[in-house]
């Protein structure tokens, strides 16, 4: 059985993010990974913090951060603190950078800077001292009295940074798209790099990253997915997208926004064909989306972790609601 995972951009006041994750918990959701970009979203350290507050059991994530608008020793010392007030239920997830450096110009993470950042990080939860590039000068959480213990997860879609995932990463958070060839092609890329480390699949916790919208209207459904199915597509793949719909995709990466990234209003969403809604979403009826789930819970998939896409002033509750409501209903893996 494929566990439940929710991912909340917090587009909405913190209150509204900290009452989506209370009812994640109460409907056994096992983690909620928060959106962390700091010029289109609010501030993701102190909606988790927030959020944490009243919990027991969900585990706080994010989906995802960086190490450059965040410096190592921000980071480190955001999530030993706040392991430290959950009782360790927390889950870094990190990538190279997304909208939070575009939008300001700046250049994601080459991956050997990740690797270093993810290395750094580890060093400093065990309280160890690393060394500042730019000064020379050490340094180290000099509050902690033992190691902490924070799994690392890289979020990724292309090959070469699915393959470190699976090298380093303690849990990957996979972005491309529901279809099964394309999640196959990520799942063996990904067991590549665990290779390479000695270990297997079974050693990480992969999560599925799934834009989502469940109506009784599929075109509604559908229409709401369009805004991260632009983001997904434009990026590189680990399998081959049919050439058919490389003209649109192009289209979308000429004209992609980051100030709208994510944005189910954005230019870019009317983009998107439906034949890339299909491959990158799930969106349609609960009947469409429960067929969806259940052919993806044969594939290896530790979680299934859904971004829930509404219009702007609706509740994503439903959505959240149904999607739980799906997953329960499965019948286990045997």
């Known amino acids: 059985m494929i566990s439940k995972g929710v991912g909340l951009f917090p587009t909405e006041p913190v209150g509204v993010i900290r009452d989506y994750t209370r009812l994640a918990e109460t ?12 010029n289109i979203w609010r501030e993701s350290s102190i909606t988790m913090g927030a959020a944490a507050v009243g ?29 430290e007030y959950t009782g360790g239920r927390v889950a870094l997830g990190i990538g190279t950078g997304d ?7 700046l250049s994601p993470l080459k991956l050997a800077q990740l690797e270093e950042a993810v290395d750094e990080l580890r060093r400093l939860f065990r309280g160890e001292a690393v060394r500042e590039p730019d000064s020379g000068a050490e340094f180290r959480l000099g509050y902690l009295r033992e190691p902490v213990r924070v799994p690392i ?35 063996a890329t990904i067991e590549k790099g665990a290779r390479a480390s000695g270990r297997t699949l079974d050693d990480l916790h ?3 990253w799934t834009p989502t919208a469940i109506a009784d209207d599929p075109v509604r459904a559908r229409d709401l997915t369009r805004a991260h199915v632009a983001r997904v597509c434009i990026r590189p793949l680990p399998a081959q997208v049919d050439p058919s719909l490389q003209e649109a995709i192009d289209r979308i990466r000429e004209t992609y926004d980051y100030y709208h990234h994510m944005d189910t209003e954005a230019d870019h969403a009317d983009l998107v064909p439906d034949e890339l809604v299909d491959l990158f979403a799930m969106a349609g009826t609960p009947d469409e989306c429960r067929a969806r789930v ?16 509404v219009r702007p002033g609706e509740s994503r509750t ?3 609601r149904a999607f ?5 209903g499965l019948e286990p893996r045997g």
Do not use: C
């Open 27 to 38: 409907l056994g959701y096992d983690n909620v990974w928060f959106g962390d970009s700091q």
């Open 55 to 83: 919990t027991e059991r969900v585990v706080l994530g994010t989906g995802v951060t960086n190490a450059v608008t965040r410096h190592r020793s921000l980071l480190a010392s955001t999530w030993a603190t706040l392991a």
């Open 99 to 105: 909208s939070s450096l575009r939008t300001m110009g």
């Open 153 to 187: 997860y890289i979020a990724a879609s292309a090959p070469k940074i699915l393959e470190l995932a699976g090298r380093i990463a303690d849990g990957v958070i996979v972005l491309v798209g529901t279809a099964r060839e394309f999640v196959e092609a990520a799942l």
């Open 206 to 208: 992969i999560v599925l």
């Open 294 to 309: 259940a052919d993806v819970a044969k594939l290896g998939i530790d979680q299934m972790s859904i971004v829930p896409f």
């Open 318 to 320: 439903a959505t959240i």
């Open 324 to 328: 739980a409501e799906i997953v329960d």
